[in-house]
């Protein structure tokens, strides 16, 4: 099974600032991982899809970039509504598909 | 407008059982994968099982395993989860999710709102 690490584990910042998530891969994945937002009290939303890919409607501040195993998703800059928990999933050898234990995204 | 919605969630006994609904709308049911992820209070994402367009392959997370049945009603557009044996740790929202393409069939885009199963004694 491949174990995925995100880190940090809650990340601090403030409005109009710079995120950037970490997700490693016990073993390579290529480029089949894929990111995740979830808000309190909603599903899941797709946001990056094979490590580079924005899925439709997600806007380009949100950029993803890595593959094998280390991994990185990039908020350019924070808006409100990005305040939230992010998780990275990998497809690249499956079963099981496996997620990341998320990194929380939380206004300083 | 794709639309998933799940049905069933309850409050079970350990060892009890259960089945999960998902009724699906806007999209052709049948050429898509589907999926079930389940999320314990407080903790992060599980993927528990993958059926196949057709219904005739199928996938479990090791923890559910001989437990639990995913199965499809196709001229329905349902999907169903069959639990069994149920033990506290299976307390979970469970999501019944749709793959963005029929080839990257567990590349999650369209997610249910989730139906909320207790395992309580």
């Known amino acids: 099974e491949i174990v995925l690490t995100q880190s940090p584990a809650t990340l601090s910042l403030s409005p109009g600032e710079r995120a950037t998530l970490s997700c490693r891969a016990s073993q390579s994945v290529n480029t089949y991982l894929a990111w995740y937002q979830q808000k309190p009290g909603q599903a899941p939303r797709l946001l990056i899809y094979?490590?580079?890919n924005r899925a439709t409607g997600i806007p380009a501040r949100f950029s993803g970039s890595g593959s094998g195993t280390d991994f990185t998703l990039t908020i350019s800059s924070l808006e409100p509504e990005d305040f939230a928990i992010y998780y990275c999933?990998?497809?690249?050898?499956?079963?099981?598909?496996?997620f990341g234990g998320g990194t929380k995204v939380e206004i300083k | 407008e794709v639309q998933l919605l799940e049905s069933g969630g309850d409050l079970v006994q350990p060892g009890g059982s259960l089945r999960l609904s998902c009724a699906a709308s806007g999209f052709t049911f049948n050429s898509y994968a589907m999926s079930w992820v389940r999320q314990a209070p407080g903790k992060g994402l599980e993927w528990v099982s993958t059926?196949?367009?057709?219904?005739?392959?199928?996938s479990y997370a090791d923890s559910v395993k001989g437990r639990f049945t995913i199965s499809r009603d196709n001229p329905k557009n349902t999907l169903y989860l069959h639990v069994n044996s149920l033990r506290d740790e299976d307390t979970a929202i469970y999501y019944c999710?749709?793959?963005?393409?029929?080839?990257?069939?567990?590349?999650?885009?369209?997610w249910g709102q989730g139906t909320l199963l207790t395992v309580s004694s």
């Open positions: 059926i196949s367009g057709t219904g005739v392959g199928t």
């Open positions: 094979d490590a580079v």
């Open positions: 999933q990998q497809r690249s050898n499956w079963p099981p598909v496996t």
């Open positions: 999710a749709k793959p963005r393409t029929t080839e990257a069939v567990t590349v999650f885009d369209s």
